[in-house]
């Protein structure tokens, strides 16, 4: 949950991004990481494998400024996307306030999209956290990959396969591009706002 | 959530024994953080530059790895980290079961005496956010 600090005036939101393996969840931080530079005043930190895999986690702080007087600091994080890591998923997961899903849009990574949203479903469970009320966007990467070869899934199936039941906010994105990276980090962070505004005083 | 920290006298009584209780002791920086990595308070000696917001996040991460592995070995937790190095050294203490104190400091400072000056500040934090000593350890 966010931490409401009322002597300093400052919310702390986390903020996970959760996927299958290689779907592009810490490609979308680099490219947050690149193109807000000047307004992010840290560092991005990222715990990766001597394979460039992500071992633990990514981790990007920024300000977007106050809401009602309070400085609001998001967090993000990206857990390890490989089946091995669950434990370290289920841990990047605790205290989450918001999740983008990261699908992979490739035809051969149909299944493990699947299983790594009911994964997702099940770890939060062992937060006593619901899937269907917490924050969530989906996103579905990789589309510049229509242009190739490369076999993508129409949106129609990830909707189907993915978020028939959720229903949340989707968005077609290539992360390695930047597109639709900043409109899903935006839909985020207003869903997530909304769920804890009632806190703040 | 606020972890029984529900107004600023707690926050700022916080802020008091952390510098009180190791900062003037010699400590160079000093964190309470959730276990989701945010920072609940912060108290320094001026010229720490470390990135707390970072150093949280991974300090959480590192703990609630050391956790699982306590787990897989049998035991409930490992309560106390500590990471030592040639200038600058950390410790980890689990308040309770949403709350760690991490300190920093240097070779000057026998972890010893940190220790002792650890556990009566501990105790002081569960006592400002109403958990007496038996609620949680």
Do not use: W
Request: glycine residues 6%; aromatic residues 8%.
């Amino acid at each position: 949950m966010a931490f409401i600090n009322i002597k300093n005036k400052e919310v702390q939101v986390k903020i996970v991004y959760y996927g299958t393996g290689r779907g592009g969840k810490t490609t979308n931080l680099e490219y947050i990481n690149t193109k807000y530079r000047h307004r992010i005043k840290t560092e991005m930190v990222s715990l990766k494998t001597h394979g460039d895999r992500t071992l633990f986690f990514d981790f990007l702080p920024f300000d977007i400024g106050q809401i009602k007087g309070y400085e609001v600091k998001i967090q993000l994080y990206t857990v390890p996307g490989q089946v091995k890591y669950n434990a370290t998923r289920k841990l990047v997961l605790k205290g989450v306030d918001g999740i983008v899903f990261v699908a992979d849009a490739m035809k051969e990574q149909r299944e493990s999209n699947i299983h790594s949203l009911n994964q997702l479903h099940e770890n939060l469970k062992s937060y006593n956290l619901d899937l269907f009320k917490i924050p969530f966007v989906m996103q579905y990467n990789k589309m510049d990959l229509k242009n190739s070869d490369i076999p993508v899934l129409p949106v129609e199936i990830l909707q189907k396969d993915l978020n028939s039941r959720l229903r949340a906010p989707a968005f077609e994105a290539s992360a390695l591009n930047g597109g639709n990276v900043a409109v899903t980090l935006k839909k985020i962070i207003s869903l997530t706002m909304a769920s804890i505004q009632k806190e703040l005083l | 959530m606020n972890y029984g920290f529900v107004n600023q006298d707690q926050l700022e009584n916080i802020d008091k024994a952390l510098k009180k209780d190791l900062i003037d002791i010699g400590v160079e920086c000093v964190m309470l953080i959730d276990m989701a990595g945010n920072t609940i308070a912060k108290c320094d000696n001026g010229k720490c530059t470390v990135d707390t917001y970072a150093f949280a996040a991974l300090a959480a991460g590192n703990y609630a790895t050391v956790d699982a592995m306590a787990k897989l070995v049998g035991e409930t937790e490992f309560s106390l980290l500590f990471h030592k190095g040639e200038k600058a050294s950390i410790h980890f203490s689990k308040v309770n079961n949403d709350l760690l104190l991490i300190t920093m400091f240097n070779r000057e400072l026998s972890l010893g005496f940190l220790r002792l000056k650890v556990v009566e500040l501990i105790e002081k934090i569960r006592n400002i956010c109403g958990q007496s000593k038996n609620d949680n350890t």
